[in-house]
């Protein structure tokens, strides 16, 4: 396979293994050349510390694709996560437009909410310009909460495929083609991912821990994007990515000091490389 560059737009976390943390060495160990562009950096992620610093880069994203432009730098997929500002996603949508080559697959995950709730520092406004810019998506990734907020559908804990089915044409109806949609679970021992390819549903299903991990939304959208580039097809990539994930949160849970604000995802790296192997 060729050697493929690829930009990741997400903020620098520096403690608390979310975002460019995590994207950066998911993405090398898929073997890919992962140029960034950092949205904000902040001292922490924002669930569960307080106090934390942020700084928002919006102004510099127009002045970097300025530079891009003159250099004639271009990549092979783009995959966007947390962003600064409602601002920015006007920025990120030119960056789409100007940097991919032909063909080359755009991949938003919608990072702003979970468990039913917006992320700290995150409005309304915010959520209308991510629906722009997950319309102008080749792939989205959204949990359950961010499907709800996009599609303007009232949140569930508990539901049925037919709501999922019409999650997904909701999606479909702001212009997304197609749609991994994670944190799926039919029931109470297992949970999964719902794909809709260009409309068509597939289940993967596997098993439930109780409680999750922090930032597993990014290690799940990095190694998917990872698989996709590296050649696998949209369902074969959300099944490794959810296999990579789980493998992340065994390590976590064995972990006796409780590792609250991320998951151990290196400690499987290798398994992810071996995976790719295959
Ligand atoms: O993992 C998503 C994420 C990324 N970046 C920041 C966050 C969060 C989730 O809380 O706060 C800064």
């Given amino acids: ?7 990741t737009v997400q903020d620098i976390s520096c403690v608390g293994q979310c975002s460019l ?4 060495p998911i993405l090398s160990a898929c073997g890919l050349e992962t140029a960034i562009l950092p949205s904000a950096v902040l001292s922490t992620h924002t669930g569960g510390f307080t106090g934390y610093t942020f700084c928002d880069l919006t102004e510099e994203m127009p002045k970097i694709l300025a530079h891009w432009k003159k250099e004639g730098i271009r990549f092979a997929a783009m995959y966007t996560g947390y962003l600064g500002s409602s601002h920015q ?9 100007s940097v991919l080559e032909p063909g080359a697959p755009f991949i938003v995950d919608p990072a702003m909410a979970d ?5 700290a520092g995150f ?3 915010f959520v209308e310009a991510m629906k722009k810019l997950v319309s102008r998506a080749d792939i989205t990734l959204p949990n359950i909460t961010e ?6 559908t009232e949140y569930r804990e508990t539901y049925d495929e037919a709501f999922i089915r019409s999650l997904f044409k909701k999606l479909h109806a702001l212009g997304v083609k197609n749609v991994v949609l994670t944190g799926v679970s039919y029931n109470p021992e297992t949970t999964g991912v719902a794909i809709s390819e260009d409309g068509e549903y597939r289940y993967y299903e596997h ?20 698989a996709l580039v590296s050649g696998r097809s949209l369902y074969d990539a959300a099944v490794l990515a959810a ?22 995802f290196e400690k499987a790296l290798p398994e992810l490389i071996e995976s790719l192997r295959k």
Avoid: P, Q
């Avoid at 499907?147 to 303007?152: D, F, I, K, M, Y």
């Avoid at 992340?248 to 604000?261: A, R």
């Fill in 89 to 97: 996603i006007d920025y990120v949508t030119d960056i789409a437009n």
């Fill in 21 to 24: 943390t995590v994207a950066l």
């Fill in 207 to 226: 098993k439930k821990f109780e409680k999750g991990c922090h930032g597993t939304g990014d290690v799940y959208a990095s190694a998917f994007t990872g």
């Fill in 123 to 125: 409005d309304a406004d």
């Fill in 243 to 264: 296999n990579y994930t789980l493998r992340c949160i065994e390590e976590t849970k064995k972990d006796e000091n409780d590792h609250w604000y991320g998951s151990e």
């Fill in 1 to 7: 396979m060729s050697y493929k560059r690829i930009l």
């Fill in 147 to 152: 499907a709800c907020l996009l599609t303007g």
């Fill in 115 to 119: 468990g039913g709730k917006l992320y």
